[in-house]
């Protein structure tokens, strides 16, 4: 039954998220922007707010519907199900033993090969997700390290990370698909009475207007989204300090930015699994578009746990 429980609070969240953005955008345009003298009243369009709570929602959901199988194509990795050496004992033996002790169901354990030392969990809900590791993990970090990234890891899978990150991508891409088709109808609406002069609108000027705002608006929307996803790294790593220790989890983040500094090797946004990375930077535009802090500020939020 808890898959249905998972359908019911999906439905309850997207009809509470229509009420909150019918009702707030039928304030906004017929209260307040009236007020400074804007009238769009009649380019609100109910059926539009649908729509882009349709497009906004649907493809963020079916993206977490479909993480794990689309992680494991693009990765060459390996499932542990039954472990046949020390590291693979380690790696899975950690992950149930989580598992276990927060009553979640026993995630699919993988091991990706990769240089770099990177982990990361995804999957539609705390019952249904996936861990997997680089072999550059397990080459570069101590066991006791290792441990911590996993409890690190199955922090996100117990906060229902992976959720609450489509529920608000999902906010975002409706806002920009919303904002862009409106405010580029009314530059391609006709104005006045065409028998009395009056213009038959621009439907070059509305497209141009139309993805101007979809790039700025989606700049704005990553924005957010990379915060949130700042914000809940504290939290994993919080969690991995709870489990196993805020001294391991330091450890394997001092690790992994030796690894970085030594190799030079760039973690860059651009990467397909850019969100998977536990580098973060911390300067220029970039910061605000990282998925994760720097290494330097992770540990020292853990020293002040």
């Not at 693979?88 to 989580?98: A, D, N, R, W």
């Not at 229902?160 to 920009?176: E, K, S």
Request: charged share 15%.
């Amino acid at each position: 039954m808890k898959w249905l429980k998972g359908i019911t609070l999906f439905l309850i969240a997207n009809v509470l998220i229509y009420l909150t953005l019918s009702v707030t955008a039928s304030i906004l345009i017929n209260v307040v922007l009236p007020a400074f003298g804007i009238d769009v009243r009649g380019v609100f369009s109910q059926q539009l707010l649908v729509w882009s709570l349709v497009i906004g929602f649907g493809g963020a959901f079916i993206s977490l519907l479909f993480s794990k199988q689309m992680a494991r194509a693009m990765l060459h990795c390996q499932q542990i199900t039954e472990p046949r050496s020390h590291a693979e004992q380690v790696i899975y033996g950690s992950v149930k033993e989580i598992a276990d002790r927060l009553h979640v169901t026993m995630p699919e354990v993988w091991v990706y090969d990769a240089p770099d030392p990177n982990a990361f969990a995804t999957g539609p809900s705390k019952n249904n997700s996936m861990v997997a590791v680089s072999t550059g993990l397990l080459q570069n970090l101590k066991e006791d390290e290792v441990k911590a990234v996993l409890a690190h890891e199955m922090g996100h899978v117990f906060n229902g990370d992976m959720f609450t990150t489509t529920i608000l991508a999902g906010l975002m891409n409706t806002f920009v698909y919303y904002i862009s088709n409106m405010l580029a109808s009314m530059v391609g609406q006709p104005s006045g009475d065409r028998e009395e002069g009056g213009s038959t609108g621009n439907p070059i000027l509305a497209m141009v207007v139309y993805f101007f705002l979809q790039i700025v608006l989606s700049f704005l929307a990553m924005i957010v989204v990379s915060w949130h996803s700042r914000r809940r790294e504290y939290e994993a790593d919080a969690f991995s300090a709870k489990v196993y220790g805020k001294q391991s989890m330091i450890g394997a983040l001092q690790g992994i930015d030796r690894w970085v500094n030594r190799t030079q090797f760039e973690y860059t946004n651009q990467d397909a699994l850019a969100t998977m990375k536990i580098s973060g930077t911390s300067s220029g535009v970039m910061a605000l578009l990282a998925t994760h802090p720097p290494i330097e500020a992770r540990i020292a939020a853990l020293q002040q746990l």
